[in-house]
């Protein structure tokens, strides 16, 4: 079945440095979500990419889809304490509107 | 507010029992999902429905079993066939099925003693 893996796993930062999350599906996909989870949260809805090579940038976080359509990453400019969470994308399986969540990136930010 | 709302927020159940987790939303929502999250896992999909008195099974719906009655309300049932069913679950709706933007409850941690 449709797979969407996300690397790394674990990611600890020292706060102001970058970060980067991959989101990577074993099929093409329509669209692509990115959501965050802060530590015994729930997941919150940060942007939705449609178009093959798209970039959208939220202050410092920038999110892009692949040409292909079936990567994604989430890059994090200066990364700060109140970033830290699991940072997941979805996409929807092909053939039908289920969204699959990818495994999800842990960010841990040392202060 | 407009939002959506799970209760309880911890549930204990003795192995053997079935439970029911509530899902209520009041955005108006055709499509609503369940999920369920491991410790440090991501999210699998168990049911979801696109409108009244229709769901579908996700990924893992083996020993669950879901409603849908009334378009606000997606309520869970985690029946004694499910063999680990100690998770967090969480519920989500969206606008429709069309790729739209899903918001989430606060969730259900269950617990089996």
């Given at each position: 079945?449709?797979?969407?893996?996300?690397?790394?796993?674990?990611?600890?930062?020292?706060?102001?440095?970058?970060?980067?999350?991959?989101?990577?599906?074993?099929?093409?996909?329509?669209n692509i979500q990115w959501y965050k989870q802060r530590p015994g949260g729930h997941p919150v809805f940060l942007i939705q990419l449609v178009k093959s090579g798209e970039v959208k940038k939220q202050k410092r976080l920038t999110f892009q889809f692949g040409e292909a359509k079936k990567?994604?990453?989430?890059?994090?400019?200066?990364?700060?304490t109140t970033d830290v969470g699991t940072y997941f994308c979805a996409g929807p399986?092909?053939?039908?509107?289920?969204?699959?969540?990818?495994?999800?990136t842990r960010l841990k930010v040392l202060a | 507010?407009?939002?959506?709302?799970?209760?309880?927020?911890?549930?204990?159940?003795?192995?053997?029992?079935?439970?029911?987790?509530?899902?209520e939303q009041n955005l108006n929502h055709d499509a609503m999902y369940w999920y369920r999250q491991d410790p440090g896992q991501g999210l699998r999909l168990i049911y979801y429905s696109q409108i009244v008195n229709d769901f579908q099974k996700g990924d893992i719906a083996e020993g669950y079993s879901v409603s849908r009655e009334k378009k606000e309300?997606?309520?869970?049932?985690?029946?004694s066939a499910q063999k680990n069913p100690t998770a967090f679950y969480l519920c989500a709706s969206s606008i429709d099925l069309m790729g739209a933007e899903a918001f989430f409850g606060q969730g259900t941690r269950l617990t089996v003693v």
């Open positions: 079945g449709q797979q969407v893996m996300q690397i790394p796993q674990y990611q600890h930062v020292q706060e102001g440095e970058d970060f980067t999350t991959y989101c990577n599906s074993s099929t093409t996909l329509s990567n994604s990453s989430l890059h994090i400019t200066a990364t700060q399986t092909s053939g039908t509107y289920k969204y699959i969540f990818g495994t999800g | 507010d407009g939002g959506i709302t799970q209760s309880p927020k911890y549930l204990f159940r003795k192995e053997g029992q079935n439970v029911t987790l509530s899902c309300s997606f309520p869970l049932t985690v029946t």
